[in-house]
Nanobody
């Protein structure tokens, strides 16, 4: 079964940090672009960051630029999101996704496989 499973979410105070992980299984994800999106109740998925198959071409939403870092370890088939200087408005369910291409952009329709998500809550 091909799947992505996120972990690392939790409750943190404003200004704190969290590191999210997304473990892939059932497929070698090292050939594909991957990304993080986030979603709040009643709203659609918002783009956070994307990274190319080889760790190149990182691209961030303006709202997280300079605070979040996307990375990947292809040997472990795992994607990461280091989140620093967290703000209450970062509160959301964070979902990872895989695209069928080596590089992808910020549109969620470009991604074909999605994890279920991990909750991140930032208190003020």
């Amino acid at each position: 079964q091909v799947q992505l499973v996120e972990s690392g979410g939790g409750l943190v105070q404003a200004g704190g940090s969290l590191r999210l992980s997304c473990a892939g299984s059932g497929r070698n994800f090292s050939h594909y672009a991957m990304a993080w999106f986030r979603q709040t109740p009643g709203k659609d998925r918002d783009f956070v960051a994307t990274i190319g198959w080889d760790g190149g071409h990182p691209y961030y939403a303006d709202s997280v630029k300079g605070r979040f870092t996307i990375s990947r370890d292809n040997a472990k088939n795992t994607l990461y999101l280091q989140m620093n200087s967290l703000k209450p408005e970062d509160t959301a369910v964070y979902r990872c996704a895989s695209a069928p291409t080596v590089v992808a952009g910020y549109g969620f329709s470009q991604y074909e496989l999605w994890g279920q998500g991990t909750q991140v809550t930032v208190s003020s």
